[in-house]
């Protein structure tokens, strides 16, 4: 498996989407975004995705040259429309208005079609947190509708639907909560496809409803399912599903799932919430760091050396793999390198550039 350092994979990503005709700048928001999604470990929605959404621009799913409108603005509230824009572009458009809204009203809400895949729901509310704001995000699938079985069922009719939120610290990176309602995001199965591995228990089942390790059991015919979250409790998970398809999909107006196979556009809701109209932005960095004192007081279970709070892992990945590298699967290094070549560009000078 070759490995890269983060800035060389992330040269490699630049010369990928500029010559799929993105700008350089809406190119270095996509590449950005997706390496420091390997970098927090979620090699799910990193440098795996460089080929789909170059694939998806040739193709012409995916507009490089859109750029984000707002079609309704009120004073805490507005709707975007990124006519086709690549996701990292249409959220991060999003994002900003949000926060900009919340920094004069207090409080804002922002949804968002037509904008494709925005990759790692986590990485927009960390935007608001690096402002001093809370960030809050809901993303369903469009009318996308297949990857995930409803509590008491055994057919895929839902999404993985992420939650995501985040919330600053005063001298710490910020508390970041990134979770799919979903025992697991479609890409980590897609990973241990490319990978040649099994996935543990109780992430799938397969086309009968019986539980299975095996990923490929989830692309068979009939093809399998991704699990809700929550384990002998999954209506939790099916419950939080349903209220991301009713905020990210009916506000946004990208609509609920409703089983299509190929998503065209996430639908998304930020909200934004300003600290320092609702108390003293000292007091509430206190009771931050209060909180996390008494949580990390706890004695430890069997196995554990610490306990982290939300966050922290990504964070501490990230410090590893600066240093380390990212490691790419081969099977998604071919197909980086195939569409490089789709786009005329010599893939095989990058070989070199693994250590």
């Not at 996935?199 to 086309?207: K, N, Q, R, S």
Request: hydrophobic share 40%; net charge negative.
């Amino acid at each position: 498996m070759p490995t890269f350092q983060p800035e060389t994979l992330r040269q490699i990503g630049y010369q990928l989407f500029e010559a799929a005709g993105c700008t350089p700048e809406d190119t270095r928001a996509v590449v950005d975004h997706l390496i420091e999604s390997n970098l927090f470990g979620h090699d799910s929605h990193g440098a795996i995705r460089f080929y789909e959404y170059a694939r998806a621009i040739r193709d012409g799913r995916f507009q490089p040259g859109a750029t984000p409108e707002i079609i309704s603005d009120n004073p805490c509230a507005a709707v975007v429309d990124a006519h086709g824009a690549l996701g990292q572009v249409g959220a991060t458009f999003a994002m900003n208005l949000a926060i900009e809204k919340a920094g004069q009203y207090g409080i804002s809400t922002v949804t968002l079609r037509n904008t494709s895949h925005i990759g790692r729901a986590g990485a927009y509310p960390l935007i608001a947190a690096r402002a001093k704001m809370m960030g809050l995000a809901f993303v369903n699938a469009g009318r996308l509708g297949y990857q995930i079985a409803p509590f008491g069922g055994i057919d895929g009719r839902l999404s993985t639907n992420p939650i995501a939120f985040a919330a600053p610290r005063q001298e710490a990176d910020p508390i970041l909560v990134d979770m799919t309602t979903s025992v697991v995001a479609e890409g980590k199965v897609r990973v241990a496809i490319n990978q040649g591995v099994q996935v543990p228990d109780g992430w799938l089942i397969d086309g009968q409803g019986n539980p299975t390790t095996d990923p490929n059991d989830f692309r068979a015919h009939p093809p399998g399912a991704i699990l809700p979250m929550g384990g002998v409790v999954a209506y939790k998970g099916y419950g939080l599903s349903f209220v991301v398809e009713l905020l990210g999909g009916t506000l946004s107006g990208q609509g609920c799932a409703a089983g299509e196979r190929v998503m065209v556009s996430n639908g998304v809701l930020f909200t934004v919430y300003n600290i320092e109209h609702f108390t003293d932005l000292n007091t509430y960095y206190d009771e931050v760091e209060a909180l996390i004192q008494h949580v990390k007081s706890s004695r430890l279970a069997s196995g554990f050396k610490e306990i982290l709070v939300p966050g922290e892992p990504e964070f501490r990945s990230a410090q590893r793999r600066e240093v380390e590298g990212i490691g790419i699967d081969e099977t998604t290094w071919a197909a980086i390198c195939e569409e490089a070549r789709a786009l005329g560009l010599d893939a095989d000078r990058w070989d070199a550039q693994a250590t």
